[in-house]
């Protein structure tokens, strides 16, 4: 058996008891960080959905999930150093990272995770598609996205829901949104994750250009007559 000492921080010290704790390591495999913040987990309950969105450091540098503590190691515990959870809505001119956007909505007590990627396809109904361009009214989008994550959290309670959308041009087959879902069980995760994309579509201020070989169109939702006052369907 061995200890660890572990130095905590911000709400998470409050939350697991003190700044600087000790945990007795009893498996018989060698602790890593990924193993640790699992442990921590059991140990403190309390405290897993901070832990969930925590990183461990060793050694004063940000450890990654397989690395192993080591005797002698100094391991930290790091809260998200902005003080508070998440960003669970985003708009981003850049590539989308999907493992970012996952990982913002694991839990230790969800037993099913889904990633939904929307992606530029180069073929519609026989046109070949150069590329997609996307603008937003950004504020409203924003707002709009974060009502759409705690519909989700009031339809479907303890889901999780994470959202990135891509502005700017999105080149044949990269994202231009990832939505990513976690709940306890599976058959919330896939129905919160169909309705996050199809209100997405329904209400949310973005649009698209779509470019190809022989010209381009500026294109709506797609779903019927447009209407974002429409009672949501049950």
Request: proline letters at 6%; charged letters at 25%; one cysteine or more.
């Amino acid at each position: 058996m061995r200890k660890l000492q572990l130095y905590v921080f911000a709400g998470l010290a409050e939350q697991m008891g003190g700044a600087a704790i000790e945990i007795d390591w009893n498996s018989p495999e060698t602790p890593t960080a990924g193993l640790l913040k699992k442990k921590l987990s059991e140990l403190y309950p309390q405290a897993s959905g901070s832990l969930a969105q925590a990183f461990i450091a060793i050694n004063q540098s940000y450890a990654a999930e397989d690395q192993e503590i080591v005797e002698g190691d100094e391991i930290a515990v790091i809260p998200p150093v902005s003080g508070g959870q998440p960003q669970l809505v985003e708009i981003t001119r850049d590539p989308i990272s999907i493992e970012a956007v996952n990982h913002k909505v694991l839990h230790p007590d969800h037993g099913a995770t889904l990633t939904f990627i929307g992606t530029t396809r180069e073929w519609t109904h026989g046109k070949r598609t150069t590329l997609l361009e996307y603008e937003a009214y950004e504020p409203m989008a924003i707002k709009t996205m974060e009502q759409i994550c705690k519909d989700i959290d009031s339809r479907w309670q303890g889901t999780l829901c994470a959202i990135t959308h891509r502005l700017g041009k999105v080149d044949i087959g990269q994202a231009s949104v990832v939505i990513a879902v976690s709940a306890p069980h599976r058959d919330a995760a896939y129905e919160a994750s169909r309705y996050a994309i199809e209100r997405l579509k329904q209400v949310v201020p973005i649009w698209k250009k779509e470019f190809w070989e022989d010209g381009s169109e500026w294109k709506g939702h797609q779903q019927g007559p447009w209407n974002p006052l429409a009672p949501e369907k049950q």
